[in-house]
């Protein structure tokens, strides 16, 4: 909750002012009961019309202020926790993006998703119905115990003994409904996870028929939200008819005391009447509060699954004094681009090296990588193979930093990755995932991701390269050719040559094709790599892929084997001394060219 109160710090004002304007309205709510009881022991007896209508008048102007008064307050409210709220929204997202690939990976998408929407929501309810009752209810609850004290001493009595029982009540429900509510918020995560994989998956379980399957698993998880919600719900259900039996209870007795009182000449009947709208008022503002309370219990428990997710540390950050534009260091891309010249013309010769690596993913029982050593120079081709699982896409992502090594080092530029900025290291690195993924906007928007200054000139000479600009001129929109979310109005072979380009457009020292092409036909897929080797220059390009045919051109080739270097070379290297690799070429490619080319 700490955190919540520094969001709100920079609302003072606005969460000073609703509560304050609350308990001006309660205040004027407060004098109403003695009005009508002045109507009633005063106008009425006498036929006072005009004194009657006087205070019918006060009563319209108490509602009008009370009610200008509720508005303020409203909208003090409002701007607090909306604004509060999306500040939060806003920081949880950026927190999101600092946290590595490892720590989104332990915590869950599902889970994230429900952080950012239902819980950060519930919390913005909160807040607003806190800054407008939380204080104004004791205050009206209190208010009205003393005004009765004003009205007979006697009879008020009966609101001294009736509201430490209902606040023994009301505060004992929220105790035990609290850590409920918090297994409800949990068991919604495992709900959002089953929908997020049935709509992601709907094809696939439409391919298998597994409707009825995932229907009954969906019925499951649902069916446990909804038992605990109800079990919650009654619990939480149990505030307004108990606050109105004892409520009740009360009003009866202060009508049997003070009806007595009053036949004994002691009291008149509009102070009775005063007495029992005062009870009537505490009665609304303690379902009010009761309320308030189940509110408070939900936000409470949303909140702190919200700051559960704060107090996860990135796994990946920069280091204290992080080298290249560090985040303390200010330096602008030139100056990056400077310094990494700087250590290019220093001798290092080595774009790429990786000294005696190992990685393990958190829970796994066998490293993906151990003890993987290469280096590459600057302008060379490198192909990465191997069977399914063997640690290909981990060993790229270790590049630019996606995770971290468990042991040894990789360098960039002769540096180690460790010791360089995040943000300069990935400013030099294009990379191109297995899975396309594009935004929903325009081909010029999404290429933009690549270099924001990018000119329509570079665009173009990247969708050139990436095999791209025939089928984006076919679409007659240009660069205003609209894509839709995940860029589901493409072919799969489009999004992955799209995703190429934008990689392209950054003018990458380093483009990584993590099997990127596996959509395209071979023709195209031959044509995309003679294109890259002959418009990149300097570029370093690490390609991996399941298809010899891709690799067979590279500089050099790593074939990887259960997160093991089996040995690395050329394309006719390898088919000579590599067993293994035979076998992945003979597996796709005839024997008369794996013998041609072996030659």
């Known amino acids: ?8 710090a920079d609302y003072k004002k606005e969460s ?6 609350k308990m001006l309205e309660a205040s004027f709510e407060l004098f109403v009961p003695l009005v009508v009881a002045s109507m009633i022991d005063v106008g009425i007896p006498k036929g006072d019309a005009g004194y009657i209508l006087r205070m019918g008048g006060l009563l319209i102007l108490l509602g009008i202020v009370g009610l200008a008064c509720s508005l303020t307050a409203q909208y003090f409210a409002a701007k ?53 009752l939380f204080l104004r209810s004791p205050f009206v609850v209190f208010g009205a115990m003393i005004m009765a004290f004003t009205v007979d001493v006697k009879a008020a009595m009966v609101f001294v003994a009736v509201i430490p029982l209902l606040s023994v009540v009301v505060f004992g429900i929220m105790l035990i409904s609290m850590p409920l509510y918090k297994k409800v918020q949990k068991q919604l995560d495992r709900v959002m996870l089953a929908t997020r994989e049935n709509l992601l998956g709907v094809r696939v379980i439409r391919a298998f028929n597994r409707q009825k399957g995932e229907t009954v698993r969906f019925e499951e998880e649902n069916g446990i939200l909804v038992r605990l919600q109800v079990f919650v719900g009654k619990i939480s259900a149990l505030l307004n008819p108990v606050t109105y039996i004892m409520i009740n209870l009360a009003t009866v007795a202060v009508i049997w005391t003070g009806a007595l009182q009053v036949d004994a000449g002691l009291l008149t009947q509009g102070k009775v009447v005063a007495l029992v709208n005062y009870m009537s008022q505490i009665l609304v503002e303690l379902i009010k509060l009761a309320n308030l309370i189940i509110i408070i219990s939900k936000s409470v428990a949303c909140m702190n699954r919200v700051d559960s997710v704060f107090e996860i540390e990135p796994g990946i950050r920069d280091e204290h004094g992080a080298a290249m534009g560090g985040t303390d260091s200010g330096a602008s891309l030139a100056d990056l681009k400077t310094d990494m010249a700087g250590v290019r013309e220093a001798g ?5 090296e990786f000294r005696n690596v190992s990685f393990l993913y958190a829970g796994a029982k066998e490293p993906s990588l151990s003890q993987i050593s290469f280096s590459v120079k600057r302008g060379e081709t490198v192909g990465v193979i191997g069977g399914t699982g063997s640690g ?11 995770y971290d090594a468990a042991s040894g080092q990789v360098l960039v530029d002769g540096m180690d990755v460790k010791d360089v900025s995040l943000s300069s290291l990935r400013e030099k690195i294009g990379v191109v995932p297995q899975k396309a993924v594009l935004f929903k906007g325009t081909l010029r928007e999404n290429m933009l991701w690549g270099r924001e200054d990018a000119t329509d000139e570079e665009i173009y000479q990247a969708l050139d390269i990436a095999q791209a600009r025939e089928f984006v001129e076919d679409k007659g929109q240009g660069l205003e050719l609209p894509i839709a979310q995940n860029g589901r109005n493409l072919s799969g072979g489009q999004r992955q040559r799209l995703t190429i380009a934008r990689a392209l457009v950054r003018e990458p020292q380093i483009l990584i094709l993590d099997d990127s092409a596996s959509a395209l036909d071979y023709a195209t897929d031959a044509r995309l790599r003679k294109a890259i080797r002959e418009n990149t220059g300097d570029t370093t390009v690490f390609l991996v892929s399941q298809r010899a045919a891709s690799v067979k051109n590279a500089d050099q080739i790593l074939v990887l084997d259960d997160g093991q270097i089996v ?10 001394r590599c067993q293994l690799y035979r076998e992945i070429c003979l597996s796709q490619l005839t024997k008369e060219e794996v013998e041609r080319d072996a030659q």
């Open 567 to 576: 040995d690395s070379g050329t394309h006719r290297d390898l088919l000579n």
């Open 392 to 402: 290909k896409s981990t060993l790229v992502n270790l590049i630019p930093r996606f």
């Open 16 to 21: 000073i002012l609703g509560p304050l304007f």
């Open 348 to 352: 290092t010769e080595a774009v790429v």
């Open 80 to 132: 607090a926790s909306v604004e509060a709220s999306a500040n939060l929204r806003n920081d949880l997202l950026a927190h999101i993006f600092r946290l590595s690939y490892s720590d989104i990976d332990a915590v869950g998408t599902s889970t994230l998703i429900t952080r950012m929407t239902s819980d950060v929501n519930q919390v913005q309810t909160g807040i607003n119905m806190v800054l407008r």
């Open 1 to 8: 909750m700490k955190r919540l109160l520094r969001y709100l």
